[in-house]
Nanobody
Framework: QVQLVESGGGSVQPGGSLRLSCAAS???????MGWYRQVLGEQRELVAT???????NYAEFVKGRFTISRGSAKNTVSLQMESLTPEDTAVYYC?????????????WGQGTQVIVSS
C-alpha cells in the first residue's frame, strides 16, 4: 500500500499563487503522478498529470497558469498555481499510478483545500 501526502493548500486572494506538493510513501516506480480537484457536489476533475517519461497533461482551464513538476525526492510532485481565480476553489487531490512489479495500482491522497477569495 502506498500513501500520498499532500501539503500546501490554503487561502489566497484572486490573482495570487499557491504551490501544492505531494509525496508518496514508497520509492517504487510510478507510471504517473498528478492532481485532480473537486468542488463539493461536483465530479472530481483532472488538473494536471506528469508521466514518468516527462510528458505533461493539463486541463484546458489551467493551461498557462499551473505548472506540474517533479520534486527533488523520488515520487514527489508539485503543482505551482498562478493567477488563481475563485473558480479554482476546490479540494485538490494527489493521484498516482504505481508499478508494483506484479501489477499497477492507483492511489489518492487525502486532499488539500484551496480557497481563492477576496
Amino acid at each position: 500500500q502506498v500513501q500520498l501526502v499532500e501539503s500546501g493548500g490554503g487561502s489566497v486572494q484572486p490573482g495570487g499563487s499557491l504551490r501544492l506538493s505531494c509525496a508518496a510513501s514508497s520509492d517504487i516506480p510510478n507510471i504517473y503522478m498528478g492532481w485532480y480537484r473537486q468542488v463539493l457536489g461536483e465530479q472530481r476533475e483532472l488538473v494536471a498529470t506528469l508521466f514518468s517519461g516527462g510528458r505533461r497533461n493539463y486541463a484546458e482551464f489551467v493551461k498557462g497558469r499551473f505548472t506540474i513538476s517533479r520534486g527533488s525526492a523520488k515520487n514527489t510532485v508539485s503543482l505551482q498555481m498562478e493567477s488563481l481565480t475563485p473558480e479554482d476553489t476546490a479540494v485538490y487531490y494527489c493521484h498516482a499510478k504505481m508499478d508494483h512489479g506484479v501489477g499497477f495500482a492507483e492511489y489518492w491522497g487525502q486532499g488539500t483545500q484551496v480557497i481563492v477569495s477576496s
